[in-house]
């Protein structure tokens, strides 16, 4: 089952929330008593590069772990470059022109032992959280979940999530705006859905609709270049990066939660028979007796997924004629390597009236006769609409196929007389509504 995305505390300066157990730090970290001494390290992976910082410090009461950061000039081809550093005092020094300082934490001291006072975000340092707001975020953060949820959402394969997860920096909010707004139309309408008002089609989401779904204004996302006030839309440059695009952001994605694939059948198979008699009663005797004898389940690769026709003729005595013919399937489904998150589906069929051209190859004189949809297996079916299949229960791998044939009888499709025309109904696949469990989703 998903988990609900952390929650952003409102009004809280939220440059950024990459809070990773890989910042942190072991008092007494040689475990021989000494209170005051503190081992530091610092994963700075919201630099273009990972770089790993650790250092012992012996800190007094109200002592700083910060960062300094130096720009320098490099000249070509690199120009300019970075080096960082941990560092140790009472105080963080004022930035300069190419010197940039950055909290980490702040320590109190009473009788020898040190314990944590203030607790810095990596990100940009400065921005200040509670211990205990720290510690109630344990494996990701809220910006790992956000691009944990689109990289989901897009279906790349674990490997790939994994590499990407790896090299992520703060840019490319923007980039997951624009994608939600042009891939929702992807996703199915779970709440209005997952079928039109017909059952002729499934419902997807517009872009109005999924804004709504997700609780976003109606114009898009909020944007803000003071942090209070709110326009509307993708972000632009000079706005500023609040809690307010994470929240749209958890918003927008756990709306996007289901989708169809077509599929077609691990297994087509077809027989038929025709028979004839004196009269219309011999020729319908005879069908019925020969059809387990002379009529066999064979394969058949341009079968469709399931059909049942007939067609008939009375021309008078001894010009008559009834054929029938079945086709059975048993619903499959292959996915891309990332559809291997734990889903749930519901399998849909569309029945359809036999085409123009069917039976044009075996009975080209007959093919031209009105083509007339009926369910002859009296399964509920109406033309053209969806129906309803089963329910299938999570699975996590990428291939699925059930059980179950459908359409598997022993019977010839007869079911009433309706001379001169070609009766019955075709699937030519089967539709999976796919329900995602991702790892984040709110409810």
Known sequence: MSTPFTTITRGSDLQSTRIRPGVGFIIDPDKDGSGTKVYVYQKLANLPYDSLAAKTFTVADGDFVYVHQQVVFLGPPLWWGQTYELLSGPTIP?????DFYYGLFQFSV?????????????YPWGTTISVANIRTIENRTILDEIYLAWYERRFESSESIHKNLQKLSNNGLDV??????????SFIDHISGPLNAG????????????????????????????GVSFSYGLMQAGDKIGWWIYEDLQKGLSAMRWTMRYSGSNLSQSRGWADSGENY????????????????????????FYGAVKFDYDHGEGDNAIYSRRTR??????????GSLPKSANIYFLPIKPPDDYLKTQ????????KVFKDLDEFGFEEDKYWFYQSVPEWTETDKLLDDIFGDTELPALNG?????????????????????FTNQNT
């Open 110 to 122: 009473q009788d020898e032992q040190a314990t944590v006072k203030e607790y810095w975000y990596p």
């Open 176 to 185: 997951i705006q624009s994608w939600l707004e042009a891939n929702c139309t």
């Open 329 to 338: 399937g048993r619903p499959e489904i292959t996915l891309l390597p990332g």
């Open 363 to 370: 009975w080209s004189w007959v093919y031209g006769w009105p």
């Open 199 to 226: 059952n002729t089609a499934f419902l997807n989401f517009t872009l109005g609709t999924w804004r709504s779904a997700a609780g976003l204004n109606v114009s898009g996302f909020r944007r803000s270049s003071d």
């Open 417 to 437: 007389l309706n001379h001169e025309k070609i009766e019955g109904c075709l699937i030519q696949g089967s539709h999976w509504l796919l329900k995602w469990n």
């Open 94 to 98: 004022e930035d300069t022109g190419s």
């Open 281 to 304: 009663a011999e020729a319908l005797s005879n069908m019925l007796t020969n059809w387990p004898i002379h009529s066999s389940w064979g394969g058949d690769v341009n079968a469709p």
